[in-house]
């Protein structure tokens, strides 16, 4: 396993703010705003990123065409299997971390019209940026803002911008 990029604490204090359009409330509540968005936008492709949001969209029937989760829930709480996938792809992404491997997953999944779910031993979080990067424009990717709601993010030119302003202040490691 090949880390890429490492979470600087400049960026682990920005990250902590949503780095798209925050919907609040409850699932029932998020859930049907992000329906009516996607009615609305019709965005070529969702990915959700995390446990619960991924959960979450799935019972509301909303399947992203990428789904990528850890099984944990603000670091402690074991998470049930989501439904089945066409594909199921496991990669290691230490927690801090983004890794060539993970990257590279993410990446084919996008690329493909399969159904995928990217199964994460560490931390799926900063992995966000790297959907946000190669998602198709347009496309909505998805994760939960804990006790507040969801963050939608819209994959378009500047969040890609962004996304590689990001990357390249993230320490690249020798490892």
């Known amino acids: 396993m090949k880390i890429e990029y490492t979470l600087t604490p400049r960026l682990r204090i920005f990250l902590k703010d949503p780095f798209g359009t925050l919907i609040k409330g ?3 509540e998020t859930m049907s705003a992000l329906k009516e968005l996607i009615d609305k936008e019709a965005p070529p492709r969702l990915v959700s990123i995390g446990d619960v949001v991924s959960k979450n969209l799935h019972e509301f029937a909303i399947h992203p065409q990428l789904t990528v989760i850890d099984f944990i829930s603000l670091r402690n709480q074991a998470m049930p299997k989501l439904p089945p996938a066409d594909r199921i792809v496991c990669v290691d992404n230490p927690q801090g971390t983004i890794t060539i491997e993970a990257i590279k997953a993410i ?6 019209n399969s159904h995928t779910h990217l199964e994460v031993k560490g931390e799926e979080d900063l992995l966000t940026l790297i959907a946000v990067l190669y998602a198709p424009e347009n496309s909505f990717i998805i994760y939960g803002q804990p006790h507040l709601g969801i963050v939608v993010v819209k994959a378009v030119p500047e969040k890609k911008e962004q996304v590689k302003q990001f990357l390249n202040e993230m320490k690249v490691s020798k490892s």
């Open 107 to 112: 990446r084919e999944a996008l690329d493909s």
């Open 26 to 28: 409850t699932p029932q």
